[in-house]
């Protein structure tokens, strides 16, 4: 599921219903679909592994709460690296 925060199961929810899997009423192929969509997700997300230097989950939390401000202020991010 990936990194969240308390504010983003509400739209876990939400979101839920837009899926098309959730309207496939026959359980192998809604399975089937399902299984495939997180293999796809797994082979996209090893060919990154590379990037990720130092402690991973470090790694991960700095690069979800970055993404996570960037897109809460618009694109607008205080750049203190200089400071």
Do not use: C, K
Request: aromatic share 10%; no cysteine.
């Amino acid at each position: 599921m990936g990194p969240s925060t308390v504010a983003g199961i509400p739209s876990r929810y939400v979101d839920s219903f837009g899926s098309p899997q959730r309207y496939i009423d026959h359980i192998p192929t809604r399975n089937s679909v399902r299984a495939l969509e997180l293999i796809s997700l797994r082979a996209s997300l090893l060919q990154r592994e590379g990037l990720i230097s130092g402690d991973r989950y470090i790694f991960l939390r700095d690069a979800y709460l970055q993404r996570r401000e960037y897109l809460i202020n618009d694109g607008l991010v205080e750049d203190s690296f200089l400071d």
